[in-house]
């Protein structure tokens, strides 16, 4: 976490970028802040775009930020990067227009899910638990988890469909944010909010976060990897995104 002398530092060196554009001053500015790169490229990890292309979309992106940054505005470079760069590589997946061909047991099992989810809340009167379509379908509940997992990986996002915007509960479409700033952010410097609210988590819960969101390992490889269950790591992570809400709640008063 940055001190206060090294942001007011920063600062001025962004604020004499934006006078002068010098080439060296810009150079320096994305060397310290290709982090930021580093870990949104990390959350796109496992969906069919290998790191080294993702981080270099990640980089471009930043690039483009620290171009159009005004530090006038009065809010932190990492604000108004991070939707910058998430533009980046969402218009990427968009373009590149991925597709990867899905195991047959996964499409298959995927489809058994689909019609369970369809039919369950019909016969129980409530939303079906990941307990419920197991039994229903006689299948082992963390092949159902492995399953549902796998078809988030392996499925192309539509620009129409909803999805999470960092760890918010609050759905948006893919196209209402490609190449545009995201005003949630303005308040909220990612660095700082990273560090306060990795400090909520406990040692297990740090390792998982680690290897999900940095190494973009699936649910099913940790568990392997901690000889732990696969729901445990969904419990887990269940646990981690309430206590980064928390805290992205507290930033935002």
Do not use: C
Not at 209 to 231: D, E, V, W
Request: charged content about 35%; cysteine-free.
């Amino acid at each position: 976490m940055s001190t206060k002398k090294e942001r007011e530092e920063l600062k001025e060196k962004f604020l004499e970028y934006y006078k002068t554009k010098d080439i060296k001053l810009r150079d320096e500015l994305i060397e310290k802040h290709l982090y930021i790169a580093d870990i949104l490229a990390n959350k796109y990890v496992g969906k069919g775009i290998e790191k080294d292309d993702l981080y270099q979309v990640a980089s471009l992106g930043l690039i483009y930020a620290i171009e159009r940054y005004n530090p006038h505005k009065g809010y932190a470079f990492s604000s108004f990067a991070t939707p910058t760069i998430m533009g980046e590589i969402k218009r990427y997946f968009r373009d590149k227009g991925w597709v990867i061909r899905v195991p047959r047991r996964i499409q298959n099992l995927y489809k058994k899910i689909n019609t369970a989810k369809k039919i369950l809340p019909q016969q129980l009167q409530r939303t079906p638990t990941i307990k419920d379509i197991a039994k229903y379908l006689d299948v082992d509940e963390e092949k159902i988890l492995e399953t549902m997992e796998a078809s988030k990986v392996y499925t192309p996002q539509s620009l129409d469909d909803d999805f999470e915007l960092g760890f918010s509960e609050n759905g948006l479409n893919l196209s209402d944010i490609i190449g545009e700033e995201d005003k949630s952010f303005e308040s909220i410097d990612l660095s700082d909010f990273i560090d306060k609210s990795t400090d909520r988590l406990n040692d297990l819960e740090k390792q998982i976060l680690k290897l999900r969101y940095y190494n973009g390992q699936t649910q099913l490889s940790i568990a392997k990897k901690l000889k732990i269950s696969q729901m445990t790591v969904s419990r887990i992570e269940k646990k981690i995104i309430e206590k980064f809400n928390m805290e992205l709640d507290k930033m935002q008063i």
